[in-house]
């Protein structure tokens, strides 16, 4: 038996419940241990006389009064146990509900079966507290029942299924919140659901999805992004989740939001002034620190996934992790909400009421303090002072509304007249015009005339994206990294004014910067519903959005030049990868042909993606060879078409630019030439028809699609063809005649690459290791050092 404590008249709630917490903890002990099926089960055979709402009470106020005086005895940041433990009771007795409700309803209308014949589960959504796991002992709960799809019972009197759901749903809120000699079980909310209260109280799950993409607004975005599944069919709980989160979620950085969001937070403002010592709604309380994670969460996590998900706890650590909060805002955030919670909960048990106020009794509070792991009263109210104004500040710093601009010198208002004239404001709404206005004021201050002009030119692009213009004005980091970038070169200042989308990389940490194809592919996202338009955009803006990415960890000299050509080669190979399969699923569905498979079709790139040294608006020089060495007509006509549809991919333009420009003049004869030709033949033609030029254009190769037997048969090939013995006269007169002919057509002079080259074409017989180099410097320095080319 556990010594009865002399505080424990501070809390009535676990005093009434004293002899069930004894019980309680001779079998269990601690959290860590507890079983609720086994605890409910051998419940119900010690009361087999208690009827379901009897049984479900009493379990829910005892297992809770143990559970808050397992709570006493942990330390803040372990609280997080005991809220994740009351959700998992709650949980556990809506399911009991649901269960005796299912039955209830069957016994008289049957069962509801869909199109395919088998019986329909009602879904319970918890919102909220329950909904983040994260409950509080006395909160009440938000539901939301919906139901699969629309059917009939098969009972001897059936129902039509919005009829059957809707009275299991009432039959559910009966058993949980009507109140009894024994209390209730919770009070249940149905608030949240569509069209509120004045609608029906169960929908179906294409209704819910029509009403929310159709209707809901930024608070509900709000509230299902705490929505988690506690009763029903987990396919269709996890289908209807799914089917929300594109609501809940932009693809793109939302930055439209944030206007809504300064409403919510005036609202907020103002129930502050009204609820001042209420832990919950007071200045700097929990609502405070949940409305920034959330608010976090909404903006970014549309691109960046690890941000979702229901629960306020683990948010901290990640959005961290996303350099969305600094470690020391995350630091202060985590403890005041642990802290903030523990106190709440701690009122709670005092009279098992939803209150979120201290005590006003002195001696309440010392107990309350005590309970906390304090000395007393004082100690905890400077505690909580201190907790309350590190969150508002933190709150007020990341939602300040955009003020006014500094004050300007007559210099600086000169400059920024200039700048005045660059604009149309009259096209402008009032409001977007004073963002633009302090924008341009904070700009004149940061940065010089030139750059000013640029920015402009941005300002004009990102003026009807008002949500643009709020970001730069709220993050000063960014608004100077914008400055620094247009004074950085002319990529910048002309991609960012083309595709101002990219702007949203700067409110994204640096990515991991990888030059391989393997590391492009860790970001590579894209929708597999998309149809051919949506995904050659999502291609697209892959691109951009990658290049803008390399270019700027170059100029933040995160990369040397030489990373910055290999990151645009390594992005080239995964584009191109993505590409072929693309295209040969949709030649598939066009062309029947069973015999060729994704893997088939080599690609061997020349020039600078072989060297990988590509440059930003290098093309690709490319041969199709495909590794089939008696392919039939039907073959033959499936092979052209699918590099039809590849090249097509690569080079048709669209809203964000095309892919990469293509040279195929490579490929055996040329323009005359076939699109795609085998191997075989490949390989003879380099053996016996091929000009020296295109041994020349060999020597800088890679096959850069194709598995490691196909990389080894097209390096032998190299290498037989490139140490053949030549005349070292025919080789140079060949390479000086291809010279000038490209100077003719209005080429750039070659005459120092092609020495190069045909030094390697005539020497590479007696240094075959001249073969194993494939980059211009490389073979120079090492035709040098055989002493076969001058200085």
């Given at each position: 038996?556990?010594?009865?404590?002399?505080?424990?008249?501070?809390?009535?709630?676990?005093?009434?419940?004293?002899?069930?917490?004894?019980?309680?903890?001779?079998?269990?002990?601690?959290?860590?241990?507890?079983?609720?099926?086994?605890?409910?089960?051998?419940?119900?055979?010690?009361?087999?006389?208690?009827?379901?709402?009897?049984?479900?009470?009493?379990?829910?106020t005892s297992r809770l009064a143990w559970l808050s005086w397992q709570d006493i005895g942990l330390p803040v940041e372990q609280h997080i146990r005991v809220l994740h433990a009351v959700s998992q009771l709650a949980d556990w007795l809506i399911t009991q509900a649901c269960d005796e409700a299912a039955e209830w309803i069957k016994e008289r209308h049957?069962?509801?079966?869909?199109?395919q014949g088998k019986p329909m589960k009602l879904m319970v959504f918890a919102l909220g507290k329950l909904g983040t796991f994260e409950l509080n002992y006395s909160s009440d709960i938000d539901l939301v029942f919906v139901y699969p799809e629309q059917g009939v019972s098969n009972g001897a009197r059936p129902l039509e299924a919005e009829q059957y759901?809707?009275?299991?749903?009432?039959?559910?809120?009966?058993?949980?919140?009507?109140?009894?000699?024994?209390?209730?079980?919770?009070?249940?909310?149905?608030?949240?659901?569509?069209?509120?209260?004045?609608?029906?109280?169960?929908?179906?799950?294409?209704?819910?999805?029509?009403?929310?993409?159709?209707?809901?607004?930024?608070?509900?975005?709000?509230?299902?992004?705490?929505?988690?599944?506690?009763?029903?069919?987990?396919?269709?709980?996890?289908?209807?989740?799914?089917?929300?989160?594109?609501?809940?979620?932009?693809?793109?950085?939302?930055?439209?939001?944030?206007?809504?969001?300064?409403?919510?937070?005036?609202?907020?403002?103002?129930?502050?002034?009204?609820?001042?010592?209420?832990?919950?709604?007071?200045?700097?309380?929990?609502?405070?620190?949940?409305?920034?994670?959330?608010?976090?969460?909404?903006?970014?996590?549309?691109?960046?996934?690890?941000?979702?998900?229901?629960?306020?706890?683990?948010?901290?650590?990640?959005?961290?992790?996303?350099?969305?909060?600094?470690?020391?805002?995350?630091?202060?955030?985590?403890?005041?909400?642990?802290?903030?919670?523990?106190?709440?909960?701690?009122?709670?048990?005092?009279?098992?009421?939803?209150?979120?106020?201290?005590?006003?009794?002195?001696?309440?509070?010392?107990?309350?303090?005590?309970?906390?792991?304090?000395?007393?009263?004082?100690?905890?109210?400077?505690?909580?002072?201190?907790?309350?104004?590190?969150?508002?500040?933190?709150?007020?710093?990341?939602?300040?509304?955009?003020?006014?601009?500094?004050?300007?010198?007559?210099?600086?208002?000169?400059?920024?007249?200039?700048?005045?004239?660059?604009?149309?404001?009259?096209?402008?709404?009032?409001?977007?015009?004073?963002?633009?206005?302090?924008?341009?004021?904070?700009?004149?201050?940061?940065?010089?005339?030139?750059?000013?002009?640029?920015?402009?030119?941005?300002?004009?692009?990102?003026?009807?994206?008002?949500?643009?213009?709020?970001?730069?004005?709220?993050?000063?980091?960014?608004?100077?990294?914008?400055?620094?970038?247009?004074?950085?070169?002319?990529?910048?200042?002309?991609?960012?004014?083309?595709?101002?989308?990219?702007?949203?990389?700067?409110?994204?940490?640096?990515?991991?910067?990888?030059?391989?194809?393997?590391?492009?592919?860790?970001?590579?996202?894209?929708?597999?519903?998309?149809?051919?338009?949506?995904?050659?955009?999502?291609?697209?803006?892959?691109?951009?959005?990658?290049?803008?990415?390399?270019?700027?960890?170059?100029?933040?000299?995160?990369?040397?030049?030489?990373?910055?050509?290999?990151?645009?080669?390594?992005?080239?190979?995964?584009?191109?990868?993505?590409?072929?399969?693309?295209?040969?699923?949709?030649?598939?569905?066009?062309?029947?042909?069973?015999?060729?498979?994704?893997?088939?079709?080599?690609?061997?790139?020349?020039?600078?993606?072989?060297?990988?040294?590509?440059?930003?608006?290098?093309?690709?020089?490319?041969?199709?060879?495909?590794?089939?060495?008696?392919?039939?007509?039907?073959?033959?006509?499936?092979?052209?078409?699918?590099?039809?549809?590849?090249?097509?991919?690569?080079?048709?333009?669209?809203?964000?630019?095309?892919?990469?420009?293509?040279?195929?003049?490579?490929?055996?004869?040329?323009?005359?030439?076939?699109?795609?030709?085998?191997?075989?033949?490949?390989?003879?033609?380099?053996?016996?028809?091929?000009?020296?030029?295109?041994?020349?254009?060999?020597?800088?190769?890679?096959?850069?699609?194709?598995?490691?037997?196909?990389?080894?048969?097209?390096?032998?090939?190299?290498?037989?063809?490139?140490?053949?013995?030549?005349?070292?006269?025919?080789?140079?007169?060949?390479?000086?005649?291809?010279?000038?002919?490209?100077?003719?057509?209005?080429?750039?002079?070659?005459?120092?690459?092609?020495?190069?080259?045909?030094?390697?074409?005539?020497?590479?017989?007696?240094?075959?290791?001249?073969?194993?180099?494939?980059?211009?410097?490389?073979?120079?320095?090492?035709?040098?050092?055989?002493?076969?080319?001058?200085?």
């Amino acid at each position: 038996m556990i010594t009865r404590p002399s505080w424990l008249c501070a809390f009535p709630f676990i005093e009434r419940n004293w002899l069930e917490i004894n019980q309680l903890q001779e079998k269990w002990n601690s959290i860590d241990g507890y079983d609720l099926a086994t605890d409910w089960t051998a419940f119900k055979a010690a009361h087999p006389s208690w009827d379901v709402f009897k049984l479900l009470r009493r379990f829910r106020t005892s297992r809770l009064a143990w559970l808050s005086w397992q709570d006493i005895g942990l330390p803040v940041e372990q609280h997080i146990r005991v809220l994740h433990a009351v959700s998992q009771l709650a949980d556990w007795l809506i399911t009991q509900a649901c269960d005796e409700a299912a039955e209830w309803i069957k016994e008289r209308h049957g069962q509801v079966l869909n199109a395919q014949g088998k019986p329909m589960k009602l879904m319970v959504f918890a919102l909220g507290k329950l909904g983040t796991f994260e409950l509080n002992y006395s909160s009440d709960i938000d539901l939301v029942f919906v139901y699969p799809e629309q059917g009939v019972s098969n009972g001897a009197r059936p129902l039509e299924a919005e009829q059957y759901f809707m009275r299991q749903g009432r039959r559910i809120i009966k058993l949980l919140d009507h109140v009894t000699a024994e209390g209730r079980v919770y009070q249940v909310d149905m608030r949240l659901r569509p069209f509120g209260s004045a609608a029906p109280l169960v929908c179906s799950a294409a209704g819910l999805h029509h009403y929310l993409v159709n209707e809901g607004r930024t608070w509900e975005r709000f509230a299902w992004m705490r929505g988690r599944a506690v009763y029903g069919e987990q396919s269709d709980c996890d289908q209807v989740q799914r089917d929300l989160s594109g609501f809940i979620y932009r693809k793109h950085l939302d930055y439209t939001v944030f206007d809504a969001l300064l409403k919510i937070k005036a609202d907020i403002t103002r129930e502050m002034y009204i609820a001042v010592d209420d832990l919950k709604m007071g200045d700097g309380g929990i609502r405070y620190i949940e409305f920034i994670i959330q608010s976090l969460q909404m903006v970014f996590g549309g691109r960046n996934q690890d941000l979702r998900g229901t629960a306020v706890y683990p948010q901290f650590a990640r959005l961290q992790a996303a350099g969305k909060l600094t470690p020391e805002d995350q630091a202060h955030l985590s403890f005041a909400w642990l802290w903030l919670r523990k106190a709440e909960n701690g009122c709670q048990m005092m009279s098992d009421q939803a209150s979120h106020q201290l005590p006003e009794d002195p001696v309440l509070r010392r107990h309350l303090a005590q309970a906390m792991g304090l000395e007393g009263a004082s100690e905890l109210k400077v505690l909580l002072d201190g907790v309350r104004k590190q969150v508002s500040q933190i709150f007020s710093q990341m939602f300040q509304e955009p003020g006014h601009g500094e004050d300007l010198d007559a210099n600086q208002q000169q400059q920024l007249s200039v700048l005045f004239k660059e604009l149309n404001w009259s096209r402008m709404t009032r409001d977007t015009a004073l963002k633009v206005r302090e924008l341009l004021e904070k700009t004149v201050l940061m940065t010089h005339e030139e750059v000013q002009l640029e920015f402009v030119r941005l300002v004009r692009a990102i003026s009807k994206r008002p949500g643009y213009l709020m970001m730069l004005l709220k993050e000063p980091m960014i608004h100077e990294q914008v400055l620094n970038l247009l004074s950085a070169g002319s990529y910048f200042r002309t991609t960012l004014v083309q595709y101002p989308v990219l702007l949203e990389q700067l409110f994204e940490q640096q990515p991991k910067i990888g030059l391989q194809p393997e590391d492009f592919a860790r970001h590579w996202q894209f929708d597999e519903g998309a149809d051919e338009e949506q995904w050659m955009e999502q291609c697209r803006y892959f691109k951009l959005q990658q290049q803008f990415n390399l270019q700027r960890a170059h100029t933040e000299e995160l990369l040397s030049g030489t990373d910055l050509q290999q990151g645009f080669a390594g992005l080239a190979e995964f584009i191109l990868g993505q590409v072929l399969q693309r295209s040969w699923q949709e030649t598939r569905q066009k062309v029947a042909c069973q015999s060729i498979g994704v893997s088939d079709l080599m690609v061997i790139a020349y020039g600078s993606l072989a060297t990988r040294q590509m440059h930003i608006q290098s093309d690709l020089d490319l041969v199709f060879v495909l590794d089939h060495n008696q392919p039939g007509p039907n073959e033959r006509q499936f092979m052209q078409r699918w590099v039809r549809r590849l090249t097509h991919h690569l080079i048709s333009p669209m809203y964000h630019g095309l892919l990469y420009e293509i040279d195929l003049q490579l490929r055996p004869n040329g323009k005359s030439g076939t699109l795609v030709t085998t191997r075989k033949e490949f390989a003879r033609y380099q053996r016996e028809d091929a000009w020296i030029w295109e041994h020349a254009a060999m020597i800088k190769s890679r096959l850069v699609i194709g598995d490691r037997e196909q990389k080894h048969w097209h390096a032998s090939l190299r290498a037989e063809i490139l140490t053949r013995k030549r005349n070292p006269s025919v080789v140079d007169q060949a390479m000086n005649e291809m010279a000038e002919k490209l100077e003719q057509l209005g080429g750039k002079p070659h005459h120092q690459e092609f020495k190069v080259l045909a030094g390697v074409l005539k020497h590479a017989n007696d240094h075959p290791e001249l073969v194993k180099l494939i980059d211009l410097v490389s073979m120079r320095n090492a035709l040098r050092s055989f002493d076969l080319l001058e200085a």
